[in-house]
């Protein structure tokens, strides 16, 4: 196995984690065949050939890992539904209990796990045998206050769980669940977009603005027209070049992502750059204006902005400039721009 080193300890790396992955499966294959027991777990009102109802997840910092298909969920939603349990034998127990868990998980070489909501119904407590097919009613209303999340250090998942509680081994069957959270604040509302969506009748004065300046040899200026967006609304703005004495190759505008891991001195954060667009190619003249527009549906694994997920992690994206000179040199300047989910998004 590959190993890498993390502090003071050893990880398994992702691609033995996936070995490990697949030993586990086929162990719980060979448990479920000597526990003689299956559990279905069935959700009420959701159809599990319905696009409505599902929706396909992948984990896009796994390649070997298959796209799940998982039930789909709001976070004002009650989850219900039944486990079917079928024994295929006279199975003792001491009580069956079903959950709802949320749980956050960082590092997923390390997995340190983090359960930050749940809800527990408990049947037969005072234990006894199955012997026939036995269906338990279940519903859970428990707040879920943060989306379901796969990135590269992190994630937040949601899962019903099944425990048949026996002396020598439980039978565990789980349940997936997908949870898209609607912006409390802004996700209701109606697009306001400004029908002058032409750039030369675009007023960019009450947008944002990034200067980029060295020396005497180059200014310019980078406009967009605000700094909240939904995720599938569009970056409109423009790169005004006011001096212009160096060399100028090639300008790019990216949607750079950036995952923070803790909080304090020992935060630590990865980034990533999602999509790339090329904005010029030449060097331009002085009061040359360069138009910009970013649709954000074109651009993958994006996210709302996560802002302190339990105090564990955030999420942020950025618009990045970059300016690169014939002999390399580049010139960059970055601004933070806020993401969240309208209602009916995906």
Same mark, same amino acid.
């Given at each position: 196995?590959?190993?890498?080193?993390?502090?003071?300890?050893?990880?398994?790396?992702?691609?033995?984690?996936?070995?490990?992955?697949?030993?586990?499966?086929?162990?719980?294959?060979?448990?479920?065949?000597?526990?003689?027991?299956?559990?279905?777990?069935?959700?009420?009102?959701?159809?599990?050939?319905?696009?409505?109802?599902?929706?396909?997840?992948?984990?896009?910092?796994?390649?070997?890992?298959?796209?799940?298909?998982?039930?789909?969920?709001?976070?004002?939603?009650?989850?219900?539904?039944?486990?079917?349990?079928?024994?295929?034998?006279?199975?003792?127990?001491?009580?069956?209990?079903?959950?709802?868990?949320?749980?956050?998980?960082?590092?997923?070489?390390?997995?340190?796990?983090?359960?930050?909501?749940?809800?527990?119904?408990?049947?037969?407590?005072?234990?006894?045998?199955?012997?026939?097919?036995?269906?338990?009613?279940?519903?859970?209303?428990?707040?879920?206050?943060?989306?379901?999340?796969?990135?590269?250090?992190?994630?937040? =998942? $949601? %899962?019903?769980?099944?425990?048949?509680? /026996?002396? *020598?081994?439980?039978? @565990?069957?789980?349940? &997936?669940?997908?949870?898209?959270?609607?912006?409390?604040?802004?996700?209701?509302?109606?697009?306001?977009?400004?029908?002058? =969506? $032409? %750039?030369?009748?675009?007023?960019?004065? /009450?947008? *944002?603005?990034?200067? @980029?300046?060295?020396? &005497?040899?180059?200014?310019?200026?980078?406009?967009?027209?605000?700094?909240?967006?939904?995720?599938?609304?569009?970056?409109?703005?423009?790169?005004?070049?006011?001096?212009?004495?160096?060399?100028?190759?090639?300008?790019?505008?990216?949607?750079?992502?950036?995952?923070?891991?803790?909080?304090?001195?020992?935060?630590?954060?990865?980034?990533?750059?999602?999509?790339?667009?090329?904005?010029?190619?030449?060097?331009?003249?002085?009061?040359?204006?360069?138009?910009?527009?970013?649709?954000?549906?074109?651009?993958?694994?994006?996210?709302?902005?996560?802002?302190?997920?339990?105090?564990?992690?955030?999420?942020?994206?950025?618009?990045?400039?970059?300016?690169?000179?014939?002999?390399?040199?580049?010139?960059?300047?970055?601004?933070?721009?806020?993401?969240?989910?309208?209602?009916?998004?995906?």
């Amino acid at each position: 196995y590959q190993r890498r080193v993390h502090g003071n300890k050893f990880v398994l790396s992702r691609q033995s984690k996936n070995v490990c992955d697949d030993l586990n499966v086929m162990l719980k294959k060979i448990i479920k065949k000597v526990d003689a027991c299956v559990i279905e777990i069935k959700l009420k009102d959701k159809d599990p050939n319905s696009s409505t109802d599902t929706i396909v997840v992948d984990d896009p910092y796994d390649k070997v890992k298959e796209p799940e298909k998982l039930y789909l969920f709001d976070s004002e939603e009650t989850v219900n539904g039944s486990a079917i349990i079928k024994p295929a034998k006279k199975i003792a127990h001491s009580g069956i209990k079903v959950e709802f868990v949320g749980q956050i998980i960082i590092n997923p070489d390390r997995e340190e796990k983090t359960e930050f909501t749940g809800q527990c119904q408990k049947f037969f407590e005072e234990g006894g045998e199955l012997s026939s097919e036995t269906t338990l009613e279940f519903s859970f209303d428990c707040p879920k206050k943060y989306e379901s999340y796969r990135g590269l250090n992190a994630s937040v =998942s $949601y %899962f019903v769980r099944v425990t048949i509680q /026996k002396s *020598v081994k439980n039978v @565990v069957q789980k349940e &997936d669940l997908w949870v898209l959270r609607v912006d409390p604040k802004h996700g209701a509302a109606a697009d306001n977009l400004d029908k002058k =969506s $032409y %750039f030369k009748e675009k007023d960019f004065s /009450k947008g *944002v603005c990034m200067e @980029v300046g060295v020396d &005497d040899a180059l200014h310019i200026e980078f406009k967009y027209d605000k700094k909240l967006f939904h995720l599938q609304e569009r970056v409109l703005g423009q790169v005004n070049f006011k001096v212009v004495s160096l060399d100028l190759q090639m300008g790019e505008v990216s949607i750079v992502k950036r995952e923070y891991i803790g909080v304090g001195d020992s935060q630590y954060f990865e980034t990533e750059t999602l999509q790339k667009y090329e904005i010029m190619d030449g060097t331009p003249i002085a009061g040359e204006l360069v138009p910009i527009r970013l649709y954000l549906t074109s651009v993958p694994r994006l996210t709302p902005t996560y802002e302190l997920i339990s105090n564990l992690f955030s999420v942020k994206y950025y618009v990045n400039l970059v300016l690169i000179t014939g002999d390399g040199k580049r010139y960059f300047k970055q601004q933070e721009i806020i993401l969240y989910r309208k209602q009916g998004q995906r």
